[in-house]
């Protein structure tokens, strides 16, 4: 209920601003979307938007669970979700995107987006999300999902000049609120047991990348940058980076990949990551980072939800 009122706040409530942490922009593209201001109409349609992607993403994290046991590589199952991901966000780019001037990259903050987003996002994020479901299960990863709303409510206002509303904070607290109150109700039935040192870590070092991901990405989109093609060159980088070290490293002792799993995990990817990707980064060029990261906590939350309902 929290977080369904926190979605609520954020779509249909901006309250007054409150005072910006900084009013230089060091990115180039900064709050000055070439589209003009969002409309009120935008905003909601964004932060619904954001909504649908939390439901994709959690139903992405349950699916990951029974591929995994029967998979177990790691390495090698990340790698091959955003192979496939690369491949079908390249048909859906050229279908929606005809013009081939827009897919030009040049070297400004926009590159700086699609290398943070594949690198460290799609690569280095993704891997550490399925060690810890693996390690963990879905829900537990989320207790650091409040560090990323801290980090983009400050980076937001600081890099991009963006202001911060009111209904943001509320919406954000609403949201957060939500999120604990699942993990306070885990940890009484003693579902699953306290995160180990290690375990935080990778959590804080998840939800780190995430926030940075949240500011560069609507930089970027501001800056006139096609969401389709944004996706693709996000995992092309990905690839690039990762394929070769997966290769290299994942494949001693790799179990066999049969056709069955192949194509449960081209399926994943096409929900997962494709269908998924999409619609996020849809949802930040209507919305705000801000917006984006509070709606981010209702994951987990989510995420229970289905854990319980598909036992």
């Not at 699942?182 to 926030?211: A, D, H, P």
């Amino acid at each position: 209920m929290l977080c369904l009122a926190g979605v609520i706040v954020l779509a249909f409530y901006e309250g007054p601003n409150l005072k910006s942490i900084s009013h230089h922009r060091p990115f180039l593209h900064g709050s000055n979307n070439k589209h003009g201001p969002h409309s009120k109409l935008e905003v909601i349609i964004g932060t619904s938007i954001v909504t649908l992607y939390t439901v994709t993403l959690s139903l992405w994290i349950i699916l990951q669970v029974p591929i995994l046991k029967e998979y177990p590589s790691k390495l090698l199952f990340g790698t091959m979700c955003t192979c496939f991901s690369l491949v079908q966000s390249f048909f859906v780019a050229l279908i929606v995107e005809r013009d081939f001037n827009k897919w030009k990259l040049h070297f400004d903050d926009t590159l700086i987006a699609v290398l943070y987003a594949g690198i460290l996002v799609s690569g280095l994020a993704l891997y550490l999300q399925v060690w810890v479901v693996e390690k963990k299960g879905p829900v537990f990863s989320a207790i650091w999902q409040p560090l990323s709303l801290l980090i983009t409510l400050t980076c937001s206002s600081f890099f991009l000049g963006e202001n911060i509303k009111l209904g943001s904070v509320l919406g954000g607290l609403l949201m957060v609120g939500g999120l604990y109150s699942v993990l306070w109700g885990k940890q009484r039935e003693n579902v699953e047991k306290k995160l180990s040192t290690e375990e935080e870590i990778k959590c804080e070092e998840l939800n780190l990348i995430y926030g940075g991901n949240y500011i560069l990405c609507k930089d970027a989109l501001n800056g006139g940058m096609p969401t389709s093609i944004f996706v693709f060159y996000r995992l092309f980088f990905a690839n690039l980076v990762f394929v070769p070290f997966a290769l290299v490293f994942g494949r001693k002792n790799a179990p066999t990949l049969s056709w069955k799993i192949a194509v449960k995990i081209f399926f994943l990817a096409l929900f997962g990551s494709t269908f998924s990707l999409n619609i996020f980064v849809i949802g930040v060029k209507y919305s705000s980072s801000t917006v984006t990261s509070a709606i981010s906590n209702a994951v987990p939350v989510v995420t229970f939800t289905f854990a319980v309902l598909l036992r």
